[in-house]
């Protein structure tokens, strides 16, 4: 009886142990297909952007297609719960961005909880703004604006590409930091905001370095400061908000994500090679032609990071009573 019983629990043991062992065989071939990388916004942004370098890089290093799909749509969440519900087997990821951080306050109802669904797999890229102003604002530089606003409280208009956007929210955290009452004027659009303020009809915008930095060169919007925490290589004399509001950073960042459950293996490896190719200087080149730099880490650093941003921009939110549109 002792004999059958052991031969029965070590059968039992070794059945157990099939599944384990067959996620582990797949993720070893893993992959055997196309993997698709879900983006939250129309094509030609700079995440879509980003999500194209990387999908190529990855097609070369891992040997299958990588594929970009766009599921533009409220503020990301879309492309989100689409990738939530997908089978968690790794060909299914999310590139997501600074949006996910801020959605999770900014919406009462969410389908998802962004933390708990999703599975962080790498950080890519992380990136400023440029608290730039018409020409004809008078203030050359950012401590000249805040003693302006100062002196003119809800006189000067601050466009965004959205309630809620990043650029607007990098705006409500510079308003509570440097203590100035901004008009936020709410644009469906980076592009519109940006039409905006070239044209006067907004005094100034927290716009992405890539879609300003030539209207800054030609003197047709003036850069008061970037908002990351060191100076940008594309326009170094630019200060940073920080170096007059101290404390203040914000950015932007870009990272990978899987559904939940899917294998420690196949992340592991994904990270390996979203690793690699952020490491090659030519990738490293293009990211900075968009005003970011590389990210690299584990996926434990990404999930860290996540959390951190999560939490930052919930109270920016809450303090200043942002509703979704």
Known sequence: MKLARRRFLRLAAGAAALPARSRAA??????TRTVRIVVGFAAGGAVDIVARLLGQALSERLGQPCVIENRPGATTNLATEAVVRAPADGYTLLMANTAAAINATLYQKLGFNFIRDLAPVAAVMRG????EVHPSFPSETLL??????KANPGKINMGSSGSGAADHMAGELFKTMAGVDLVHVPYRGAAPALTGLLGGQVQVMFGSLPASIEYIRAGKLRGLAVTTAMRSDL?????TVGEFVPGYEASGWYGVCAPRSTPAAVIDKLNKE???ALADPNMKARLADLGGIALTGSPRDFGKLIVEETEKWGKVVKFAGVKAD
């Open 274 to 276: 979203i690793n690699a």
């Open 26 to 31: 797949r993720a070893q071939f893993y992959p």
């Open 235 to 239: 326009i170094p004399e630019v200060p």
């Open 128 to 131: 400023g703004y440029v608290v």
């Open 144 to 149: 000249e604006f805040v003693s302006y606003a």
